[in-house]
Structures are given as C-alpha cells and as structure tokens.
C-alpha cells in the first residue's frame, strides 16, 4: 500500500518541481543515488522499470528508504501496460509513471487512488489524459515535442494543465528557467542530473551539491 496520499503526492510533485528519473541494476547504488538526492532537498523520485527483475529492486528500495528517506515519495516509471503497473503498486509504489497513455493504466491506478503521469506528445493526448484522471501530464521526450514553446502554447487554452516535461532537462539556470518560464509544475531529471562518470565514480556528494542547486534555480524562478 502506498505510504502517501494522491494528493499528498501531486501537492509534492509540483511543490519539489523536480523529479529525478533513475534506475540501476545495483541496488546499493540505487541507494545511495537516493540518499544523496534526499540530502539535497529532492522529495520526490522516479525509479525506472528498465532493466531485469526491477521489481524486486523497486521493493526492496521501497522498504529502505521507509526507513532511511522517510520524507521521500518514490514512485516508479517507464510502465506501459496494467499489470505492470499493479505489480508495482503492490510493491508499494506511490505513483506511476509512463511513456505513453495508456487508458488500463489509468483504471488500475484510479482504482488504488495512485497517481497516473501518462507520457504525451500532442495536445489530444493530454486531453485524453486529463479525462482519465490524471492531474500531472507528463510531455515526452519533452525536447522532440516542441519543448517549451509547446507548453507554453498548452497553457493559453488550457491554463488548468499541470505539465511535467522530461527529456532535454538540465540542472541549468538556463535550462530550468526555460522550461518554468514556459509553464511546467514540475520537470523529470535523468542523465543529466547522474552523469555516467559520476556514478562510476560513486561521487555522492556532487548528486547532493548538483540536486540542491537545481532546487534552488528552480525556486528563484518561480519568485
């Protein structure tokens, strides 16, 4: 059973205004790329079914981080179909998130009160998504869609939209100010926020300094 409320768990979303996307087979790496990002003040995190037997990670991480992040809202992401998504859930996930819309999806996380961050690409779909329930949207690959232009030109006729883009995100002043100048709740933060050499390296610390000041552009911004 999810340990936070739908409610609970947009309200944060779009409060934190970054989600970290990760996944790794290791799950002592997993964790401390947790860790270091709940240090820097990240409350929300995506960990991505992207690799063999990441259930069984995903549940282990759950239970740690109940125990280590007790703040921290992990959900799970890169689901695509509905019995992906109840397995999750019932390994404790808080939200849920995809690629693409998918309507089953919907349901299944409806039924559970879980929040459903569908992947859209085009303004039908995120009309799509909203009748389903959903109250984030995610735009993906949010660069290849328009970046944020498109949302921008979303937000004129449909100002109720909460968009969250993934994909061409930066822990930039640049980048970040770009994308919340546009509209966005919130962003998705993958590669760009765990450089490959910086896992390799185990450099903790830089994931904590890098979340932090990501956080605080991102703050700046919105004042």
């Known amino acids: ?57 995903f549940g282990e991480l759950i239970k740690w981080s109940t125990k280590e992040c007790p703040k921290m809202i992990l959900g799970i992401g890169s689901i695509i179909d509905a019995g992906t998504a109840s397995l999750f ?9 995809g690629p693409l819309l998918n309507a089953d999806v919907a349901k299944v996380c409806n039924r559970r009160q879980i929040p459903y961050i569908p992947g859209c690409g085009s303004v039908i779909e995120i009309g799509n998504s909203q009748e389903l329930g959903a109250e984030v949207v ?28 993934t994909g061409a995100v930066e822990p930039t002043e640049e980048n970040l100010k770009g ?17 490959k050499e910086i896992i390799e390296t185990q450099d903790w610390e830089y994931i904590t300094q890098l979340s932090s000041k990501a956080l605080e552009i991102v703050k700046n911004t919105r004042k």
């Open 89 to 97: 859930i019932q390994l404790g996930s808080n939200f849920v998130v």
């Open 1 to 57: 059973m999810a340990r936070f409320s739908r409610i609970e768990v947009c309200s944060k979303m779009i409060e934190t205004g970054i989600v970290p996307v990760f996944y790794h087979s290791d799950i002592e790496i997993s964790k401390q790329v947790i860790k270091a990002c709940y240090k820097g003040g990240i409350r929300v995190f995506e960990f991505t079914n992207r690799g063999d037997f990441a259930h069984e990670i």
């Open 179 to 195: 994308w919340f100048s546009s509209g966005v709740a919130c962003v998705g933060m993958g590669s760009k926020l765990f450089p």
């Open 138 to 165: 995610k735009i993906f690959p949010a660069g290849n869609v328009g970046g944020p232009s498109f949302v921008k030109n979303i937000m004129a006729p449909m100002p109720w939209s909460r968009i969250m883009a």
